[in-house]
DNA sequence: CCTGTTCTTACATGTTTCTGCATGTATCGT
DNA sequence: ACGATACATGCAGAAACATGTAAGAACAGG
C-alpha cells in the first residue's frame, strides 16, 4: 500500500461517500488511526478535503472538482459532450472550456471534423494535438492550478483577441435564483470573457450540478442561447429554467 | 533481461495495475531495488510516470501522451535537464521551452522549489499542475501540433509581457557556422522572443543535437549565456564554440 | 585478439522519510 | 462534570532513498 494510494483512496471515499471517518478507514486498510489522521491533514493542508473531528468532509466548493480530474468520465457527463459535439458545425470555430466535460467533448470530436478551437486549457490541447484537422488556438494566462486552466487579467485580455461561432461552457453549479456559477471568482471571469467572443453560447451540466449553485456567479440567463444536460426533464430546476424561456437540449 | 525491457515492463505494470511497488517489481524480476528506482527516475524525467515514496503512479495522460510520442528518448536528456535545474534559484522566475528536454527540467524540478515557471508548452504546464509549490504561467497563441507548444504572433506578443531570471532553450541543432537552429521558422522565432526576455538564457542540447544544423536559426551566440549538454568535451563541435568564448557546461 | 574506455549494475554507506506506539491534551457526548 | 474518544506531539524502528564505489559486460580502436 503506497502513500499515494491511501491519499486516492480518501479521496475517492470523500467523493463517493461525502465523508471520510478516520477510524473506519484504518480498519479497512489495516493501518494505525495515526496515518489516516496525518494523511487527512495533508489532504486538508492542499485544501483538498475540510478536516473535522472524527475523520473529514469534501472540500468547499470553492476547490470541489480537483479530484475528480483523477477519475474516468462518468457516464452523464459523456453523453452531455455527446450531445455538445453535435452543435458543432464543420468549418467553424469553437471556443471550449476547461473542465472534464469540455474535455470529453475534445474527446468525442469526429476525426474528419474540420474546425478551429480555442480554448484556456492546456488538458484540452493535450487531448487534440492527435487530431489531425482541428486546428488548435491557446489562450494563455497565469494557470489556476485547481481546475488546470488559464484565467487571471492577462488570460481574460487574450480572450478579446478572438471570437467563435460557438462556446460550451462547463459549470459547477446551475440554479434558479443562483444562475450559473462555478467556484473560483477568476475562472468566473474567464468564462465570461470566453462566452462574450461567441456567437452562441451553450452550458453543459451534467445531472449532478442542476439545482447547486457555487459561490460566483459566471453569467446571467439573457447570454446564453441553451443548456445541455442528462438530468430528467421533469427536474423542478429544469422547469422553472424552460419555463423561464431557457432552451434545454436533453442529453441521451 | 534488458534494460529496454524492464522499461516495458515497468510501464505494462503501470498501465495494467495503476501503479508499480519498487519492492515488488525487484522481487519478480530479480534484480536489485536499486535498478528499479534508477529506471523509474529516468520514466520519470521522460514524463511517462510519477515517483511517489515506495514507487510510481501513472503520469497524467497529457503528459505521457506527449512522451510517448517522441520515438528516442536517450538518457542523455535527463543529465543535461538534470544539470539544468541547478541553474535555477529559489524564488526566481524561469523561462522554459517546450519539447522532451524542457519536460525533463519539469519532471526533475524539486518538490520544494518556489518559483514560477513561464512556458509556451501545454505539456509542461501538465506536467508541473502537481508541484505543490510552482506558479505556472502559460503563454498561449496558435499550437503548432508536431511540437505542442504555442507559437505564431500571439504568442510571441504575449512573451512581451513576461521577463524572468533564466530561460533554458532546446534546439535541434548546434553548429559552429549555423550556430542554434530549429526546425521551424515559427518556433525559432518564438525561442528568440522567449530568449529576449531573461536575464540570461541557457542552450540545452544532447550530444546528438551537437555539430547538427537545422533549416532556421534560432539565437546568434551573443545572446546566449551558455550551453548544457552530455558530449564529450573534446567534441570539435564544443572546442570550436569554447574556443570562440562560450561557456560550455558538461552534464555527467 | 588485446586493451582501454564507457556503461551498467549491485552493494555499502549515510541520510531522509515514513509509520506505529506512547504520552499528554483537547474535544465530544451524556 | 465525567468518561470516552479523538487529537497532537515526540520518539524509535523500519523502510525507502541518494550517493559513492567497485566489479563486470559491452564496446571501440588498434
Redesign the pocket.
Known amino acids: 500500500m503506497l ?1 499515494a494510494e ?1 491519499r486516492d483512496h480518501l479521496l475517492g471515499l470523500l467523493a463517493r461517500e461525502g465523508k471520510v471517518v ?2 473506519d478507514v484504518a480498519a479497512e486498510l489495516g ?5 489516516v ?2 494523511d487527512l ?1 495533508d489532504l486538508a493542508a492542499e485544501g483538498l478535503c475540510q ?5 473529514a468532509l469534501p472540500a468547499s466548493p470553492a476547490v470541489a472538482g480537483y479530484a475528480e480530474r483523477q477519475s474516468v468520465t462518468p457516464g452523464g457527463k459523456r453523453k452531455v459532450a455527446a450531445a455538445a459535439v453535435d452543435l458543432i458545425r464543420p468549418g467553424g470555430t469553437l471556443i471550449l472550456d476547461g473542465g472534464t466535460t469540455a474535455l470529453a467533448v475534445a474527446g468525442l470530436l469526429p476525426p474528419d471534423l474540420d474546425c478551429t478551437v480555442i480554448t484556456h486549457s492546456p488538458t484540452v490541447v493535450a487531448a487534440l494535438l492527435e487530431h489531425p484537422r482541428v486546428e488548435l488556438f491557446l489562450l494563455g494566462g497565469r494557470v489556476f492550478k485547481h481546475s488546470a486552466v488559464a484565467c487571471g487579467a492577462a488570460a481574460v485580455e487574450a480572450a478579446q483577441n478572438v471570437s467563435a461561432d460557438l462556446c460550451l461552457l462547463g459549470v459547477t453549479g446551475v440554479h434558479p435564483e443562483a444562475g450559473l456559477t462555478t467556484g473560483d471568482a477568476d475562472e468566473a471571469a474567464m468564462k465570461r470573457a470566453l462566452a462574450a467572443r461567441a456567437a452562441e453560447t451553450w452550458i453543459l451540466a451534467s445531472a449532478e450540478k442542476i439545482g447547486a449553485a457555487s459561490p460566483f456567479r459566471v453569467l446571467p440567463w439573457e447570454r446564453v442561447t441553451g443548456l445541455i444536460t442528462d438530468a430528467a426533464p421533469d427536474h423542478p430546476t429544469l422547469e422553472r429554467l424552460a419555463a423561464s424561456g431557457l432552451e434545454i437540449r436533453r442529453a441521451r
Chains 1, 2 share one sequence.
Open positions: 502513500a491511501r478516520a477510524k493501518i494505525s488511526e495515526d496515518s489522521r496525518r491533514r478536516r473535522v473531528y472524527g475523520g
